[in-house]
T-cell receptor, first 112, second 109 residues
């Protein structure tokens, strides 16, 4: 079965510092991969998605970026964090032919 | 622009009640409609719907899709306190999956 590993689980970073959240996928190849952000108790906002290595689509303009250096690795980055970047970040992935996408356990980011 | 709209945003009912959660969507190149339950961290998968009028059931939960009217409902019968969660609806295209804002359901004992 497919598993999404995401880390770190919790992160407290000062404003202006860099960010790197990493996500890896087990149990499948060539998945579609997604980064979502979730405001407290609300729905998921799609940030980036990728249908293949090196292919990144951005949904919202912001100071975040994403990269997919390997088939089953997806990285969310920032060069300089803003207070508004605080939130709960979820990585998800799955084959287009599958019934669903699977989620990682999420990363809580607090920018101070 | 693709969008998924869920209603109500919040719902409080008593244990044993039946609830209906709504989801409308406008998704180009629509492929399927997904429902998830989120209690603490990662959402867990409930249903995938691709065809109109075919009800999917899992225990006390059921869901149906209307592709003509572009909406889906999620029913929960005989609710229990363990059903308290955020329920997320999502529209899936070939490339991306768009989520609604969720319905926060709280079941009172």
């Amino acid at each position: 079965s497919q598993t999404i590993h995401q880390w770190p689980a919790t992160l407290v970073q000062p404003v202006g510092s860099p960010l790197s959240l990493e996500c890896t996928v087990e149990g499948t190849s060539n998945p579609n991969l997604y980064w979502y952000r979730q405001a407290a108790g609300r729905g998921l906002q799609l940030l980036f998605y990728s249908v293949g290595i090196g292919q990144i689509s951005s949904e919202v303009p912001q100071n975040l970026s994403a990269s997919r250096p390997q088939d089953r690795q997806f990285i969310l980055s920032s060069k300089k964090l803003l207070l508004s970047d605080s939130g709960f970040y979820l990585c998800a992935g799955g084959r287009l032919s599958g019934n669903t996408i699977y989620f990682g356990e999420g990363s809580w980011l607090t920018v101070v | 622009e693709d969008k998924v709209v869920q209603s109500p945003l919040s719902l409080v009912v008593h244990e044993g009640d039946t609830v209906t959660l709504n989801c409308s969507y406008e998704v180009t190149n629509f492929r399927s409609l997904l429902w998830y339950k989120q209690e603490k961290k990662a959402p867990t998968f409930l249903f995938m719907l691709t065809s109109s009028g075919i009800e999917k059931k899992s225990g006390r939960l059921s869901s149906i899709l209307d592709k003509k009217e572009l909406f889906s409902i999620l029913n929960i019968t005989a609710t229990q306190t363990g059903d308290s969660a955020i329920y997320l609806c999502a529209g899936r295209r070939d490339d991306k999956i768009i989520f609604g804002k969720g319905t926060r359901l709280h079941i009172l004992p």
